[in-house]
């Protein structure tokens, strides 16, 4: 690949562009605001302009609503040798070509994907070109899909520094609806719960609730453009997970009653919700995509004042030990906060007598 169209200039566009550019590709920029095109290209994403012929691979980065008008449009126009489009969701754009009567031998030239990464923050000012490293990319050829194009998206991919995973269009759209567009309704519904909250209540505020909440922050307008894309499978499971929810506020309701047995069929009916989390989140992938891994956590004591990670991840490299991942914990009203290193277990008591000689105050 050597030229690129990518169409959309928001996080994802801005990100790919950015990718390929610094591995040699000529890029192309497009977006129907102009000032969002001009900063992708000033943050050294590609040009914005026009490409005076056929490029090897147009990208269309555009809200899902608009990716089977734009790619109709740019199939019509002959404007790439290969075309994908980024959007969250793949049933619908490819549905919608067939609709809008696109030229089934044009139609082979696209495949839809998904770069499974992103932030809460949105637009070209957001993007990195390291946004998609590791992470999976979801590819969704047809049967009859061109090789060549898919060997494009391959090489996309891999230029992005993602994992590949081919995927039926259908079941990728039932996947995200459980791993993403739930999850991003549940933690802004928790949040929404703190609106009007007491600001004691508020104050009181800790780790649990800004992880369950951090997604929350997300730019509405974009997930209304995702779910309106999805709805189907994302209320099925909305409907499945409040069946649960009833039946949690049940077995909290016999807790709350007098009689003994009552109260031991509500602990045995927590208890089974908790094991089924726990059992859940065990099945999520750890590091690399890897197997989930069992760290020992270290808990540091750190001031708020430029400097003290770095001066922790320096001190536990001289202790030879990898840091597998960091958790930080901000106090309350108090200039500090507690970082949590995660580490092999073998490597914990090592770690721990290491920062302790360096002068570090560590938590049970």
Known sequence: MRTALVVGTGLIGTSLALALTRRGVTV?????????????????????????GTVDLAIVAVPPAYVAGTLAALLRADAAH????????????????????TDPE?????????????????????????LFEGSPWVLTPARDTDTEVLN??????????????????????????????????VSTLVAARLE???????????????????????????WIDILSANPGPVADLLDALGEDLGEAVRVLRLLESAEPARRAEGAQGVERLLRRGNAGRARVPGKHGSTPAAY???????????????????????????????????ATGQQAGLVQLSVAPEAASGLAAALRERGWSLRA
């Open 152 to 185: 494009q998206a391959l090489e996309l991919v891999a230029h992005c520094r993602a994992v590949p995973v081919v995927m039926d269009g259908g079941a990728h759209d039932s996947a995200v609806a459980l791993v993403s567009h739930m999850p991003q309704l």
């Open 82 to 101: 290969g075309y994908l489009d980024v959007a969250s969701v793949k049933g619908g754009p490819r549905r919608e070509l067939e609709a809008l009567g």
């Open 196 to 222: 009007h909250a007491d600001d004691t209540a508020v104050r009181l505020c800790g780790q649990g609730i800004r992880d369950v909440t951090r997604i929350a922050g997300s730019d509405p307008a974009m």
């Open 296 to 330: 020992e956590t270290i808990a540091v004591l750190i001031s708020d004042r430029p400097g003290e990670l770095a001066r922790i991840f320096a001190d536990a490299g001289r202790a030879g030990v990898n840091i597998e991942d960091v958790r930080i914990e901000h």
């Open 28 to 52: 192309h920029l497009v977006d129907q605001d102009t000032d969002a095109a001009r900063t992708a290209a000033s943050l050294g994403a590609g040009t914005t302009e026009s490409p005076g």
């Open 106 to 130: 044009r139609l082979r030239r696209y495949l839809g994907t998904h770069p499974m990464a992103g932030r809460e923050r949105s637009g070209p000012l957001a993007a990195t070109a390291e």
